[in-house]
């Protein structure tokens, strides 16, 4: 018997933003697909524009995996994680311990596929791993747009932040992402259907 996907499963459980107060409440598993998606949209737009030689679906599945250990230490705010250096060297450390935990609930025939998933090292992918974070950063900035579009004030400098680190960042697959797909999350469904409707169907709802 094996409890990986029984723990994987409270991600669901796992409120994000946690010192925050939200409009609507995000889960560590719903923040983990759009990180996925997104990081997968990141590396196909590389190959496509940029010759780019990442693999989008091994971008997207370590996605899919890089907040698993948060089934066992819960998603730590990023003001108390990123504190000091002291706090974010041992946070890093708990969730390799976490992580390690994780792989040791794998059947043994399985370990050598999840090890590159739960305990990979980064270094060794550097590329897919730096589009993940990059991704992981989108989807909290969209996570703002969301909050601040409900006029919840409480993510303006939050949305501020993520900005300008996402503009650093520098990376022409990244500025592509948010200058095509970001500006559309702050329409309503109207909105939405009026700029560009469905063919063939009428108006939702």
Request: overall charge negative; hydrophobic content about 45%.
């Amino acid at each position: 018997m094996s409890h990986l996907f029984a723990y994987l499963s409270r991600l669901k459980l796992i409120h994000r933003w946690g010192l925050m107060r939200s409009a609507r409440v995000e889960n560590v598993q719903e923040h983990t697909l759009q990180v996925a998606q997104i990081a997968h949209a990141l590396a196909v737009i590389q190959r496509v524009h940029f010759a780019g030689t990442v693999n989008p679906e091994r971008v997207a599945t370590l996605a899919l995996f890089h907040d698993a250990g948060e089934a066992i230490t819960g998603d730590l705010p990023a003001p108390i994680k990123y504190f000091n250096p002291q706090i974010a060297t041992a946070y890093k450390a708990l969730e390799a311990v976490a992580n390690e935990r994780l792989l040791a609930m794998v059947p043994p025939t399985l370990q050598e596929t999840y090890r590159t998933l739960l305990v990979a090292e980064e270094e060794e992918e550097r590329e897919h791993w730096a589009l993940v974070k990059a991704a992981d950063k989108i989807a909290a900035y969209l996570k703002c747009v969301e909050e601040l579009n409900a006029g919840n004030q409480e993510f303006a400098k939050a949305q501020a932040a993520l900005a300008e680190s996402i503009a650093a960042l520098a990376r022409p697959e990244v500025t592509y992402f948010m200058t095509t797909f970001v500006p559309s999350c702050s329409l309503s469904l109207d909105e939405l259907e009026h700029i560009a409707p469905t063919p063939g169907q009428g108006k939702l709802g």
